[in-house]
């Protein structure tokens, strides 16, 4: 019997600027949040990149807008965001300003948090 | 069990929307259920038909479809996806059992269903 979706956690690896797909990452957490699913959010790699406070938006460059709907999603619903855990101390030692609070977890850490996801989607 | 198959593939580049496939007809051929598949990102590819394939090769939208017609499989093409690389006419022209649907109604099916396997 399948049980109700009360937790989804979603693996973000692709970094913006991935042409037409800049933006289907957040828009697949906008959707679980309008449905009031708590997410769990694991940026791995260039998906980090996606939180990026600086990031200008330039449809006419290929930069399309929307990308800071990810700072939208805590007060759509209950959110945790989650890096690589050096990934996150060196952003915070060069001053880099992310969309999100994100925890710093080790990899057996992340893997433990996603065993407790309902379900888990790779983007 | 009742599954609910994600195919992010395109039918190029790789051999996952092929290993997508493979996997919902060994499912059904074991009495579980594909309940749907969504097609997401590239993956709406998978709907476009006709395209020349090598001998013994599958062409992927005719398979898909016709997994949709004697299993009841909804295929599922995200609306987001399908409008950025899709035009009218390749979505007209997709094999029967495809449709168009959004975000939140796969996250409803994602609720009934027992088990979720991406590609």
């Not at chain 2, 059904?28 to 990102?41: C, I, K, R, Y």
């Not at chain 2, 090769?57 to 005719?62: F, M, Q, S, V, W």
Request: hydrophobic fraction near 50%; charged fraction near 20%; proline fraction near 5%.
């Amino acid at each position: 019997m399948a049980a109700a979706l009360q937790k989804l956690g979603l693996v973000v690896r692709q970094g913006p600027g991935n042409g037409r797909g800049d933006r289907e990452q957040v828009d697949f957490a906008l959707a679980a949040a309008a449905m009031e699913i708590e997410l769990e959010l694991f940026f791995l790699g260039e998906g980090l990149l996606q939180l990026i406070d600086t990031r200008t938006a330039d449809p006419e460059h290929g930069v399309p807008p929307g990308h800071r709907a990810w700072a939208a999603l805590p007060e759509m619903t209950a959110l945790r965001a989650f890096a690589e855990d050096g990934v996150v101390a060196q952003w915070q030692g060069q001053g880099i300003s992310l969309l999100l609070p994100v925890e710093p977890l080790s990899a057996a850490e992340m893997n433990a948090r996603q065993l407790e996801c309902h379900r888990m989607l790779v983007l | 069990m009742s599954i609910l198959l994600i195919v992010h593939a395109s039918p190029w580049g790789s051999s996952l929307a092929n290993t997508a496939l493979r996997f919902a007809l060994a499912a059904t051929l074991e009495g579980h259920s594909v309940a749907a598949v969504f097609f997401h990102g590239d993956g709406v590819y998978n709907a476009i038909p006709g395209r020349k394939t090598d001998p013994g090769a599958h062409d992927l939208a005719d398979a898909w479809a016709q997994l949709a017609e004697s299993h009841a499989t909804d295929l599922m093409l995200c609306s987001g996806s399908s409008g950025r690389r899709l035009s009218v006419a390749d979505i007209d022209h997709a094999p029967p059992g495809f449709r168009e649907a959004g975000l939140v109604e796969m996250l409803s099916v994602m609720e009934s269903c027992d088990q979720v396997v991406s590609f």
